[in-house]
């Protein structure tokens, strides 16, 4: 049983930063790719950044490019999300999940939450104006 465990999330000032953390646990197991999404009131999940686990290679949203920033340390099996410069629009809460079937390359940056088999439990961001 996999387990991913989100943290970081809170109550924030429009303009001020965040640093989700997803931590992985459970029986051993290869990573591929692990990505963020997500979920703001009333709307469906949606893709924010994904990062290839082997070579470090990263995708982002266009709402999120060049503000934020994922991460991983491999060593820990954790992936960072870093958030500047957050808007309103970013409240919603963050999923990360992990892709653990084979991909290589351009490939494991896929968008689609389908390809990823495993979800952690979400954690609440909410940004004021």
């Known amino acids: 049983q996999v387990q991913l465990v989100e943290s970081g999330g809170g109550l924030v000032q429009a303009g001020a930063s965040l640093r989700l953390s997803c931590a992985s646990s459970?029986?051993?197991?290869?990573?591929?790719?692990m990505g963020w999404f997500r979920q703001a009131p009333g709307k469906e999940r949606e893709f924010v950044a994904v990062?290839?686990?082997?070579?470090?290679?990263?995708y982002y949203a266009d709402a999120v490019k060049g503000r934020f920033t994922i991460s991983r340390d491999n060593a820990k099996n954790t992936v960072y999300l870093q958030m500047n410069s957050l808007k309103p629009e970013d409240t919603a809460v963050y999923y990360c999940a992990a892709r653990r079937y084979y991909c290589s390359g351009y490939a494991c940056l896929d968008t689609t939450q389908a390809e990823y088999d495993s979800w952690g439990q979400g954690t609440q961001v909410t940004v004021s104006s």
């Open positions: 459970g029986r051993t197991f290869k990573i591929y790719a």
């Open positions: 990062i290839n686990w082997s070579d470090g290679s990263t």
